[in-house]
């Protein structure tokens, strides 16, 4: 067995012996008269179940291994026997190879396939127009993959138009099974290398678009007290004409503990615009929150991987050599036209495999 398989064996280990002591907790009458601690036992034992399921079935088939090569290693056991054992022996060697690559994956994965809601933010950054024409191009990719190829539901919640058509910000939620998994690389720096609409005499542009992706926490996921939060509305601006200025529509909300504010006006009601400002609110606090925890974890990271650290570089959009390069994992792929066009498998798999590799290292 190598390292990496035996720390992973420990690990799962010690996730077998929490889930049953958690079995315990919930059959204790004690904790079952604090309805608080049940949802929380529940809801860490349901983490657990689907990686300690298939690691109890990972074992029962290496019992069966044991007893098979038993057969084989009988002095005493008649040939045609041992023949059938040493097929039998074959098939379940398969089996186990497949169901522990399955268990690394959920292992080190199945907290990211979890999260079925993503909150992404795309903002224009240096190079002006150019800058937020290619914003647009970003969201349309997105949208491309999103709804066409994987059919996840997308919503527009807010955004802020250039004069070209462009994006100067652009926020939108998409939803659907490994959305997380799947889009949560995509934040950080995002450069573009091409020949403007508005460049007369045909020289390249580089321009830069900041993406972030925020997973959408369920409320039971976290508390933001109303109390900690200062609203303020307004008449709205930007899209919308005069019939949205007419009414104080705009609402912007401060969660006054962080410093995070929340400014929402796609919307002509304000009821609306509310709710999507909470929900945005939400998940930049729950970020912020859960940076500063995956900060005392890992005091040593490797890689900006799955951080979505804006200020770091991920990804370069070279159009004349219809090249698109992602840094993080030195990725060249000469298809930028298709993977503009929503096809962005191969990009997205090299980075899940990459990131699985790290995280089982750091386990």
Sequence with gaps: MSDTNSIVSKKLDELDGRYAELEKQLHDPAVNMDSKKVIAISKEQGKLRSVVTKYREYKKLLSEIQQTQTILDDAAAEEEFKQLAAEDLKTLDG???????????????????????????????????????????????????AADKQHWKVELLDFSASELGGFREVIFNIKGSGVWAHLGYEGGGHRVQRVPETETQGRIHTSAVTVAVLPEPEEVDIYINPADVAEYVSRAGGPGGQAVNKINSAVKLEHIPTGITVNMREDRSQHK????????????????????????????RKTMIGSGDRSEKIRTYNYPQNRVTDHRINLSLYTLDKVMAGAMDELIAGLIEYDKKLRLESL
Excluded: P
């Design 95 to 145: 089996k186990q190879q497949t169901l522990f690559e399955q268990i690394k994956d959920s292992l080190v994965m199945s907290d990211d396939e979890a999260v079925g809601s993503v909150i992404m933010e795309i903002r224009a950054g240096t190079g002006g127009d150019e800058a937020a024409l290619f914003a647009r191009d970003l969201y349309d990719m997105y949208m491309h993959y």
């Design 273 to 300: 615009n509310r709710n999507k400002a909470w929900r945005l609110l939400r998940s930049r606090v729950y970020n912020h929150y859960q940076g500063i925890e995956r900060a005392k974890r890992e005091k040593t």
